[in-house]
Every structure is written in structure tokens, then in C-alpha cells.
């Protein structure tokens, strides 16, 4: 397995309030995005009773192209355009809008060559560093 970087304190402070299930999960979920994206910048972020870690190479939450999720009953590999992503299995679920994740059952679900293939995917089309902006709805 190739080298990752460590989690930064505030990650293992925050997963702390959980148990050491989830905490393992959650940190081998991170591990497996870097390996696949080891340029990719995170953000941590806690709220609702729960811990994120997003993903981007811009370091903007806007183009953040996946993200995990720890709460005290599960860990969720999210992806932030997962209506994009082609998901021929139908294993991700849906909020109804264009996000969509995956609930991990154990570290085995991260070596699944169909869930690497979404994250390869998620990847492939997120925004980097010099990308020129859509333009938004409504502007001249």
C-alpha cells in the first residue's frame, strides 16, 4: 500500500467522539482518497454530531469532487457531483439533488474495484487550480 499523509490533529481530535470503528473507517476512507488523489487539499469540518473531510484541488468547498463523512453510527464516502458519475450498479444513494454517497460497511468496501472506479471518476471531472468558472445562471 503506497505512503499517505497523517491526519491532522484536528481530524483525530474531532473522530475522537466516536468509537474506534468508525474512527479507523473514517481515517481508511481518507487514506484511500489520497492515494487516489494525493494533490488533492481537505477541509475538515464538524457540525450536526458529525466529522467531514472534503476534498478538492482547489481548496474551495465549491469544487469539492468527494468527501467523507463520520457520524456515530456510520462513515459515508460522498460524492459532491455523484449525479455525474456513472453508477450502473445503482450503489449510490441520493438526497434528490445532485450529491450522492455511500455507506461503508468496512474497510474492504475501499478496495472494491467499483467504488475506486467512482472516485477515479469523481476525480477525473473535478475542477483544478486555473479551470475557467461556468458561467452562472442569469449572467449577461
Do not use: C, H
Not at 11 to 27: E, H, K, N, V, W
Not at 35 to 51: C, H, K, M, S, Y
Amino acid at each position: 500500500m503506497p505512503p499517505t499523509r497523517p491526519a491532522p490533529d484536528s481530524l483525530i481530535q474531532s473522530l475522537g467522539a466516536f468509537d474506534a470503528t468508525i474512527q479507523r473507517l473514517a481515517l481508511a476512507a481518507r487514506a484511500a482518497v489520497i492515494r487516489e488523489a494525493p494533490d488533492a487539499l481537505e477541509v475538515i469540518g464538524t457540525g450536526g454530531g458529525g466529522v467531514a473531510v472534503t476534498f478538492s484541488f482547489t481548496g474551495e468547498a465549491a469544487d469539492a469532487f468527494v468527501y467523507v463523512s463520520a457520524a456515530a453510527e456510520q462513515v459515508d464516502l460522498g460524492f459532491s457531483n455523484g449525479a455525474s458519475l456513472p453508477d450502473p450498479n445503482k450503489k449510490l444513494a441520493t438526497d434528490g439533488g445532485k450529491k450522492r454517497k455511500l455507506k461503508l460497511v468496512g474497510a474492504i468496501d475501499l478496495r472494491d474495484p467499483y467504488l475506486v472506479t467512482l472516485v477515479q471518476s469523481a476525480i477525473s471531472k473535478a475542477p483544478r487550480p486555473g479551470d475557467a468558472k461556468p458561467a452562472k445562471k442569469g449572467a449577461k
